[in-house]
């Protein structure tokens, strides 16, 4: 299984002044943390990390001791074009491809190969959990527009699984039609195509701002 980890983010709602992915969370940067999980588990024989130039060096010495099993592919100016050279850059023989958010990196290993598994049923899989809050669909004014059922709802989380070849030809007409997203999933979604959900875990949560730092501390000293 090939694994693509997008890096290529500037992190600005950290306010770190840098890659947040180079944060340190309990002495190791959170590239680290998220390179720790996916070496353990049982199914992903390749893995590329998708980031801009000017960080490689500063990334590839966060992670000393882990760097010699990753490949290095330059990033896009937004995600999904970072992704789009990803894909580019899997090696001829891959089928598969699952690709993760570099910030959880408190995702266990067995998730990353739950979401293989799934992918011999499915042209796509996301993992998500279910949303507990009661949800509002507000407008411009923050008036209240409606409730929808959380019954049916899931916030998306990562890795998201896909065949290679439907995820790039998602990718070039996302391209032909200017179409912009915030994950690969999305772009199913636009061309109707089936996405399988499987259940997550409430501890793979996206380290996003300095509260989620403190969160993800917690969480690494009970299981460290």
């Given amino acids: 299984m090939h694994l693509l980890i997008p890096a290529a983010g500037s992190g600005s709602r950290m306010k770190a002044g840098k890659n947040k992915l180079l944060i340190e969370l309990e002495g190791k940067s959170l590239i680290y943390w998220t390179l720790k999980s996916v070496l353990l588990t049982k199914k992903i024989s390749w893995v590329g990390i998708i980031g801009q130039p000017q960080d490689k060096e500063k990334i590839l010495d966060s992670i000393k001791g882990l760097s010699h099993k990753i490949n290095w592919i330059k990033g896009g100016k937004t995600r999904q074009e970072s992704v789009k050279n990803g894909l580019d850059a899997l090696p001829v023989e891959a089928k598969k ?12 290993p067995e998730l990353f190969d739950k979401c293989a598994e799934k992918l011999n049923f499915n042209d796509a899989v ?5 949303v507990t809050d009661t949800i509002k669909i507000v407008n411009e004014s ?14 998306a989380q ?11 030809e998602a990718h070039q007409i996302a391209f032909q039609r200017d179409w912009s997203v ?7 979604e636009r061309l109707d195509w089936d996405v399988k959900v499987i259940e997550g875990s409430n501890t793979n949560i996206k380290i996003t701002t300095p509260f989620d730092l403190k969160i993800g501390s917690l969480l690494l000293q009970k299981t460290n």
């Fill in 126 to 130: 996301i993992v998500a959990s279910r």
């Fill in 182 to 188: 915030t994950d690969d999933a999305s772009l199913f």
């Fill in 97 to 108: 491809v699952l690709i993760h958010d570099a910030a959880r990196c408190l995702i266990e």
């Fill in 158 to 168: 990562t890795p998201q699984g896909f065949l290679v070849s439907k995820l790039k």
């Fill in 142 to 155: 923050n008036i209240i527009l409606d409730t929808p059922d959380r019954n049916n709802l899931w916030a």
